[in-house]
């Protein structure tokens, strides 16, 4: 028996996987991994994988990298955990320090929790309660867009928009009003993406006259909605809402928690809307793919209406055991360093060209509509080109997705396709024949997916 296959033995027998169906590992079992190195995962075989979904999104500058290790080191030696109500520690105060410098003007105040749906939970309590201690407690709902995805905790839920997450526990949820997408892709014939845009806003709009008076927040994934397949939209929509948000006198809650570092060509995706949300959200990429961490940003004004003696339920009582964990601190204060000492940004714009280059035989193929790029990430839906479907996704596309997803693992590439969207969000340390090597295992792997 192969190592492989004895520690899938061992997982099958008592693991339970996220976001899996578990009876389908009977065909495919999971892939264990024995170590990582830069873009590579190796198996207990011996083979390899070029991990282009960074490992759901997190993981920027590599496995094992060693800026990031040699820091967690130190810190290992130094402060592995204490509680942060009441204490505080070095790597905590200094990555607040220079998350408020890094972030739009006007973000002041950091709070930390421990993944990104806890940190979305966060931002809908800390926006119903700024309100309630203002006294205006009838605000207690949430704008979020069509297609949104927040993370799978209840509140969470309650913001997002894609049935197969959120139908089941509907009894359970407090739903949020819906608001039109922006998404470019929902042009219709002879409209442009800045049609789409204006379009969204005057909805966003017509819901604000309706409901502001009873809603806390709106909720967006900026410049891309993730989740939902990688759509992508203008960063004039994100100027709008901002001018939309002030004038119905409710919050903008920016979700970055994908898209944040660098992901959309600039450090945060707001700043391509010249916007600063009233509350930020940060994970995944924080800490470079290392640890679990999330940090939520605001404003003073938020802060000052929790800020007063009494009564105690005017403060923010909000806690997780591990908030603001120094090891989780410290792998973000190091993958800041890179950022800064790489000059990260500019030269994944550099790579900009190259990539579209790359991508341009993926765009010619038939079974490839909507070919799209937001800095670094890039993504495309396979479609039906046979008569009577053409344009369309397949029918039972979840088999071509399969197909798509087994033939790349078998050419050593790790892509994970969103329902019909394959995609890249590959960590920033990609070699120019690693670029290459995913541009042509992903066109065969499209060919291969559409056979019958
Ligand atoms: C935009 C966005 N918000 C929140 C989350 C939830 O983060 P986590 O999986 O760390 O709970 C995700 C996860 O994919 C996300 O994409």
Redesign the pocket.
């Known amino acids: 028996m192969s190592s492989n296959q004895s520690w899938i033995d061992r997982d099958l027998a008592v693991l339970w996987h996220p976001c899996t169906q578990m009876k389908e590992h009977e065909t495919l079992p999971p892939i264990p991994v024995s170590r990582g190195e830069g873009s590579w995962l190796y198996d207990f075989d011996g083979r390899r994988y070029l991990d282009v979904i960074s490992s ?2 997190v993981n920027l500058f590599g496995h094992a990298n060693p800026v990031i290790n040699a820091r967690l080191k130190a810190q290992l030696d130094q402060l592995e955990h204490v509680i942060l109500a009441g204490f505080s520690h070095q790597p905590v105060v200094e990555l607040s320090e220079r998350l408020v410098q890094l972030t739009p003007p006007g973000l002041e105040r950091v709070f930390f929790a421990d ?6 939970e966060v931002a809908l309590k800390m926006s119903f309660h700024y309100w309630r201690n203002l006294g205006r407690g009838e605000k207690t709902r949430f704008i979020a867009l069509e297609n949104s ?4 905790t209840m509140g ?1 839920l309650g913001v997002g928009n894609i049935p197969i997450f959120t139908e089941t526990y509907a009894p359970l949820i407090q739903p949020a009003f819906i608001a039109p997408s922006p998404d470019c892709q929902q042009a219709a014939s002879g409209e442009s993406c800045a049609d789409v845009t204006e379009r969204a806003l005057a909805g966003m709009r017509a819901l604000l006259e309706r409901v502001a008076s009873s809603t806390c927040a709106i909720i967006i ?1 900026p410049l891309v909605q ?2 939902a397949g990688m759509r992508m939209h203008e960063p004039a929509y994100l100027e709008g809402l901002r001018a939309l948000c002030d004038e119905f006198e409710v919050h903008l809650i920016a ?1 970055e ?3 944040g570092f660098g992901r959309t060509g600039t450090l945060f995706a707001c700043e391509q809307g010249g916007i600063t949300p009233d509350i930020l ?1 940060l ?2 990429g924080i800490t470079g793919g290392y640890l ?1 961490l ?1 940090a939520v940003l605001t404003t003073e004004d938020i802060y000052q209406a929790f800020y007063c003696e009494a009564p105690v339920s005017r403060a923010f009582l909000h806690s997780h055991s591990y908030t603001g964990n120094p090891l989780a601190c410290s792998a973000a204060l190091a993958t800041l360093d890179i950022f800064e000492q790489d000059n990260v940004i500019e030269r994944n714009r550099e790579r900009g060209a190259m990539i579209d280059r790359l991508t341009a035989p993926l765009a010619e193929l038939p079974n490839i509509a909507h070919l799209r790029r937001c800095g670094m990430i890039v993504a495309m839906d396979l479609v039906d080109d046979r008569p009577g479907n053409q344009g369309n996704p397949f029918p039972r596309a979840e088999r071509r997705n399969q197909k798509a997803y087994r033939y790349a693992l078998d050419h050593e590439v790790l892509l994970r396709p969103l329902g019909n969207t394959i995609y890249w969000m590959p960590p920033y340390i990609m070699d120019d024949d690693q670029w290459q090597m995913l541009a042509d295992v992903t066109l065969d792997a499209v060919r291969f997916a559409v056979q019958d």
Do not use: F, M, R, T
């Open positions: 759901w999104w993944n990104g749906a806890s940190g979305v995805y927040h993370g799978e969470a994934e993730c989740a979700d928690i994908a898209v959200c994970s995944k679990p999330s």
